[in-house]
């Protein structure tokens, strides 16, 4: 899997990029960091996985990558703020929240392994395991891609304040 910093810098950028070039002050910075902790979400199954090793052996396979990374939860999260009409904070919240879990499914499926986006009704399996492809060792290559966005990032938000400051 990407690194957790990966699935949380991913959704967090694309949304402050979002709110700094589209919506602007519309959407409160809250909002961002919603979508960035969202990305981490689907992994929750690890921390699942590690309560039921307390009571008996299974194997991660058994229960990563299953229920937490098909294409219903963030749909639901999607549906769930579409319902929200008046309520503007609840609509940001569940399409942060979808849209932040949504990445997470497309990181996975892109770069490492693949995923069951219909599990349990089908077991069809999609993924590029891009990692696999660049010869290098799929921590390390997470590593490089956390530098790159978070360093690509920062120069980002420097620049950005930098221009600020002369208007
Ligand atoms: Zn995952």
């Given at each position: 899997?990407?690194?957790?910093?990966?699935?949380?810098?991913?959704?967090?950028?694309?949304?402050?990029?979002?709110?700094?070039?589209?919506?602007?002050?519309?959407?409160?910075?809250?909002?961002?960091?919603?979508?960035?902790?969202?990305?981490?979400?689907?992994?929750?199954?690890?921390?699942?996985?590690?309560?039921?090793?307390?009571?008996?052996?299974?194997?991660?396979?058994?229960?990563?990558?299953?229920?937490?990374?098909?294409?219903?939860?963030?749909?639901?999260?999607?549906?769930?703020?579409?319902?929200?009409?008046?309520n503007r904070k609840a609509k940001l919240l569940f399409g942060m929240a979808s849209f932040g879990i949504f990445t997470h499914l497309v990181l996975d499926a892109i770069f490492s392994g693949s995923i069951m986006p219909f599990y349990p009704f089908s077991e069809l399996s999609?993924?590029?395991?891009?990692?696999?492809?660049?010869?290098?060792?799929?921590?390390?290559?997470?590593?490089?891609?956390?530098?790159?966005?978070?360093?690509?990032?920062?120069?980002?938000?420097?620049?950005?304040?930098?221009?600020?400051?002369?208007?």
């Open positions: 899997m990407p690194n957790p910093a990966t699935h949380i810098l991913v959704p967090l950028i694309l949304a402050d990029l979002y709110r700094d070039y589209i919506a602007k002050k519309k959407f409160p910075l809250f909002y961002v960091l919603v979508a960035g902790i969202a990305g981490l979400l689907p992994d929750i199954d690890i921390a699942i996985w590690r309560i039921i090793g307390f009571f008996r052996e299974v194997s991660v396979s058994s229960v990563h990558r299953q229920f937490t990374h098909t294409i219903f939860i963030p749909l639901l999260f999607l549906m769930a703020a579409l319902l929200m009409r008046k999609f993924g590029l395991n891009l990692a696999l492809f660049t010869g290098m060792q799929p921590q390390m290559l997470f590593a490089v891609f956390d530098g790159i966005l978070l360093g690509g990032w920062l120069i980002h938000e420097y620049v950005k304040h930098m221009i600020k400051d002369f208007i």
